[in-house]
């Protein structure tokens, strides 16, 4: 059934149709709207599941952390500031190798206060062990949840759904919502082999001695490196489903392309438009969306950039003193494999638009350089 | 419940869970070799009203024919328990050498 919703809705309803068990969240804008609905479906009994109201974020993974060791399919969205106040449970959530799925609301860190978007939150948890999935649509972000579901409890790691404040978030969308019955036989029911049990008590999470803390580190890289190749297979076995198809990356024009463009979130869909709008003058421009930042896809990346004589990423976000974080991601990848001129330029902090215009004129600038003469660009900055 | 603190020798990554799970209940596992205090119950005085069992925070007092007991095994020597008595008959005593 197709339906107008805003890129909230689409993560409530993607969490309903996955029947999760337990929600537990705390309202942060641009989050918002995502429990709202939530707690309304909850409360009509459309879903079964228990809502839980917390008093903060870290509460809130807290209780998904408690939801899901217990063996129920727990859920949470937050933004910015909240996520960053999970961070310490984010790291337990993936130490634990619980499979909760929580969408992240690309929102700017504060100060200065700001509601917009930009990547700093989600990227700032980069090494916490959660997969992170980038939308660019509202169809993407209700079907991610439903696949991160999947991938999350074959490996047991947590996933983070992550999409543009405002600019997906509060834009509505045509979104296909699958039929339930789909959904469920896509989607089987969570049934977790460790879960806590009355009649067979466990401790979880014990003192481990320098002995074997680093076995389970090795482990949890190891499922991770499992994880890449089950999002590839769950990407076939979505299409076959669901007839739509998302791989950890998606290339654009790039086969033959002299300079490519790599993007993600919907800055990604603002590059396929100026891609379109430079092919028709002739100018050779592809566009290379990540789709995954982990468990990152080293051979795709590798592969799609083969042929590239200039690889321009367009990071929003920043690592301050050094890169934006994608193209730290992306050279580390090519390094050894490609000796492609590497470009960064940092565009479109705190919400700001980032226009075709925007990288036609990035295009202009690349191409009058053989190689960066600086580590990053800014991008229409006032000065 | 019965202990059963048999030592369990790992020796590879692949036998181990993929997460810190202990193989059994925290039964096996005593916890209270670091306390300074230990709570003596006079039981005289005691009116069998269950709160010092009700605020232990590690279980460690045991409800016996009526009677709170108190697990030396798992108890830290916190004091909540004499804290919380309402007829003050939990003394906490210096543990001696």
Redesign the interface.
Known sequence: MKKVMMGNHAISHGATLSRVQVIAAYPITPQTQVVELLSEIVADQKLKAEFIKVESEHSAMAACIGASSAGARAFTATSAQGLALMHELLHWAAGARLPIVMADINRAMAPPWTIWTDQNDSLSQRDTGWMQFYCQSNQEVLDSVIMAYKVAEKVLMPVMIVLDAFSLSHTYEIVDLPDQALVDTYLPPFDYKYKLNVNDPHTYGGLTTPDWYMEFRVKMQEAMEQALGIIKKEAVEFEKTFGRRYDPVEPYMVDDADIVLVTSGTAASTARFAVDQMRKKGKKVGNLRMRLLRPFPFADVREHLKNARKVVIVDRNISYGYHGIWAQEVKSALYGHSKVPVFNFIAGLGGRDIFPETYIDIVNQVKKMKKPDQELYWVEVKR | MAKDRTKID?QK?EE????????????A?PTGSWRNLKPVIDLANCIHCTICWKFCPDAAIDWVDDNPVINLDFCKGCGICAEECPKKCIEMVKEGK
């Open positions: 790992f990554l181990l869970p993929p997460m810190v799970q202990s193989l059994r209940s925290m039964a596992n």
